[in-house]
């Protein structure tokens, strides 16, 4: 089983403003950076599943070739001040992404 | 258009008191930078800088950030353009100007510096809603209204907008100043506003701006302390560190458009949308980049408005257990927690307050299905509690953390207290809790208007 995180140089979160959180994930290779984009596996459905939100919730994929970067941005559960919000700056929100199952190779 | 025009810009630093590397600064003095430019203002942490107007920053390591920027404008005999002061509130400006002051007498400098504050009035505010303003909300969050309305303006404990470049480059069209301080501020308008008084196209200057804006972030290895050289002219710009230890590569620069930005195609300023879906980032050398081909589409100036209004005062206590069967019931003991409190301090006073907790170790930060795969060694749980007056919230945290400690479940047998707290005191007043109650764009004619600068010279004359 391969996973994002088997794949990626960088699988990072962290607020674009109080109210949302954005997902980067940038690779080393070409060939990895295109097998996740053509897998499809980033899709807005599976990542709403995966973080527990609505599909309205999430803006993206964004697949940037120059960068062999993808974002894909969430609107937050609860804003960063919300009373019971644990990440103020969104830094420690990958671990859902970064665990995601990438089929082929 | 003469290919040779060109405007060399150096950036300082990411943010002012994260640090500035003085051998990059010479080293980009040797290059004749024609500005040098630095941000200082953000709203990454939190709400509670703006509400309680206090620094997230340490205001020694500013201080000696902003010196190293000015003393090097200085040497160089060009501008320097900074926003300084956190949140960008008045007197946090204010604060600055006062180091700004010890530097000049200190260092034995004469300057004289544009003063540009980003805090507005919330009565301006209303004005321009009374006159037909209609301010949408910049995220679809259901915790911000719509359209701003005169009820969240007053509400809101203190207001700032982010200026534009026009405000900054109305100061500097002055001729006679050594330097622009501004409070809140686009930081994008911060290292935009020299480009766009040279006459350097509108597209090119702004994506520019957006990747020069964080320094040494746009290479690698990337570096939150330490500063980034460009070099624009009318058809392209070209990117570098000074520092010899780090490049910047297609991918490093290109990356950029990615850090903190929720679509890496668009970066939207009061004055449009820059689009760089179609941006080329090339290699000139192993540490050199050309960018070009961004696009831009302007739109009715609007400026973002945020505001911080008070939601409580909080506190808090931790505690820790290894105990696998007080792990195994903590679900229901917090449940019972939380009833032990309501016993205490309601249905009267329901309403009145709050209380949450965050199991760390098992799902503080965690809310997917795996989170609970298996059963943590050991969990910290933070008691949280907001009131509508902190007495409130001291007793509110008082009884949830007796309640936890003496709690009883099924084969309990450290009788004597469940929780570890790390220290005393046991329970930790955390203070007044802001929330960004506006985060909204107004529509305005004049962009320079609302932010009237004020040409001051340091040192200030003792009185």
């Given at each position: 089983?391969?996973?994002?995180?088997?794949?990626?140089?960088?699988?990072?979160?962290?607020?674009?403003?109080?109210?949302?959180?954005?997902?980067?994930?940038?690779?080393?290779?070409?060939?990895?950076?295109?097998?996740?984009?053509?897998?499809?596996?980033?899709?807005?459905?599976?990542?709403?599943?995966?973080y527990g939100l609505p599909e309205s919730a999430v803006s993206g994929p964004y697949y940037v070739?120059?960068?062999?970067?993808?974002?894909?941005?969430?609107?937050?559960?609860?804003?960063?001040?919300?009373?019971?919000?644990?990440?103020?700056?969104?830094?420690?929100?990958?671990?859902?992404?970064?665990?995601?199952?990438?089929?082929?190779? | 258009m003469s290919e040779r025009r060109e405007l060399r810009v150096y950036c300082a630093t990411p943010h002012l008191g994260h640090g500035v590397d003085t051998d990059s600064l010479d080293a980009a003095l040797a290059l004749k930078p024609d500005v040098i430019v630095?941000?200082?203002?953000?709203?990454?942490?939190?709400?509670?800088?703006?509400?309680?107007?206090?620094?997230y920053m340490q205001a020694l390591e500013v201080r000696s950030n902003l010196e190293a920027v000015i003393l090097a404008a200085r040497r160089a005999r060009v501008p320097f353009i900074v926003s300084t002061g956190g949140s960008g509130t008045r007197a946090a400006?204010?604060?600055?100007?006062?180091?700004?002051?010890?530097?000049?007498?200190?260092?034995?400098?004469?300057?004289?510096?544009?003063?540009i504050h980003g805090e507005v009035e919330p009565e301006w505010v209303i004005g321009r809603l009374r006159a037909g303003a209609r301010a949408r909300r910049i995220v679809d969050s259901p915790d911000l209204p719509e359209e701003l309305d005169e009820?969240?303006?007053?509400?809101?404990?203190?207001?700032?907008?982010?200026?534009?470049?026009?405000?900054?480059?109305?100061?500097?069209?002055?001729?006679?100043?050594?330097?622009?301080?501004?409070?809140?501020?686009?930081?994008?308008?911060?290292?935009?506003?020299?480009?766009?008084?040279?006459?350097?196209?509108?597209?090119?200057?702004?994506?520019?701006?957006?990747?020069?804006?964080?320094?040494?972030?746009?290479?690698?290895?990337?570096?939150?302390?330490?500063?980034?050289?460009?070099?624009?002219?009318?058809?392209?710009y070209t990117v570098f560190p000074t520092n010899p230890q780090r490049a910047c590569t297609p991918l490093s620069v290109a990356g950029m458009s990615f850090y903190e930005r929720s679509n890496p195609f668009e970066e939207r300023v009061p004055s449009g949308v820059l689009d760089v879906s179609q941006a080329t980032y090339e290699a000139v050398d192993d540490r050199t980049v050309r960018v070009r081909g961004a696009a831009w589409h302007p739109a009715p100036y609007t400026l973002k408005l945020e505001g911080a209004k008070l939601q409580g005062y909080r506190t808090i206590c931790m505690g820790a257990s290894y105990e696998p069967r007080f792990i195994a019931a903590l679900d229901e003991l917090l449940a019972h927690t939380r009833e032990q409190v309501a016993?205490?301090?309601?249905?009267?006073?329901?309403?009145?307050?709050?209380?949450?907790?965050?199991?760390?170790?098992?799902?503080?930060?965690?809310?997917?299905?795996?989170?609970?795969?298996?059963?943590?060694?050991?969990?910290?749980?933070?008691?949280?509690?907001?009131?509508?007056?902190?007495?409130?919230?001291?007793?509110?945290?008082?009884v949830a953390r007796s309640a936890l400690m003496h709690v009883g479940y099924p084969g309990r047998k450290t009788t004597a207290g469940n929780i570890a707290v790390?220290?005393?005191?046991?329970?930790?007043?955390?203070?007044?809790?802001?929330?960004?109650?506006?985060?909204?764009?107004?529509?305005?004619?004049?962009?320079?208007?609302?932010f009237p600068a004020r040409v001051e010279t340091f040192p200030r004359e003792l009185t």
């Open positions: 089983m391969t996973t994002l995180d088997d794949l990626a140089r960088v699988i990072r979160s962290k607020n674009a403003s109080p109210f949302l959180i954005t997902l980067d994930v940038f690779f080393e290779r070409l060939e990895d950076y295109e097998r996740v984009k053509h897998s499809r596996v980033l899709a807005a459905a599976r990542i709403a599943e995966r070739d120059q960068a062999l970067g993808i974002k894909l941005t969430l609107l937050r559960r609860h804003p960063t001040h919300a009373h019971g919000s644990s990440d103020c700056y969104g830094a420690q929100q990958h671990l859902p992404l970064a665990s995601m199952e990438v089929p082929g190779g | 630095a941000q200082g203002t953000s709203t990454d942490p939190g709400a509670y800088y703006l509400g309680a107007d206090v620094s400006l204010e604060r600055e100007l006062a180091g700004i002051d010890a530097i000049a007498r200190e260092q034995d400098v004469a300057l004289k510096l544009a003063v009820e969240t303006v007053s509400s809101a404990t203190r207001i700032v907008a982010q200026m534009g470049p026009e405000p900054i480059m109305a100061a500097l069209a002055r001729g006679d100043v050594d330097g622009v301080v501004t409070g809140r501020s686009l930081d994008v308008g911060l290292f935009v506003a020299v480009p766009l008084m040279r006459g350097f196209p509108t597209a090119l200057s702004m994506h520019f701006a957006t990747v020069m804006h964080d320094g040494a972030l746009a290479a690698v290895p990337g570096s939150g302390a330490d500063g980034l050289f460009g070099i624009l002219t009318e058809s392209s016993r205490a301090y309601g249905p009267e006073r329901v309403g009145s307050w709050q209380l949450e907790f965050r199991v760390y170790g098992r799902d503080a930060l965690r809310h997917d299905a795996d989170a609970r795969s298996a059963p943590p060694g050991e969990v910290g749980v933070l008691i949280d509690a907001m009131a509508a007056d902190q007495a409130l919230a001291n007793a509110v945290c008082s790390p220290f005393s005191p046991v329970e930790v007043e955390v203070g007044p809790s802001y929330a960004y109650s506006i985060w909204h764009a107004l529509p305005v004619d004049d962009p320079v208007a609302p």
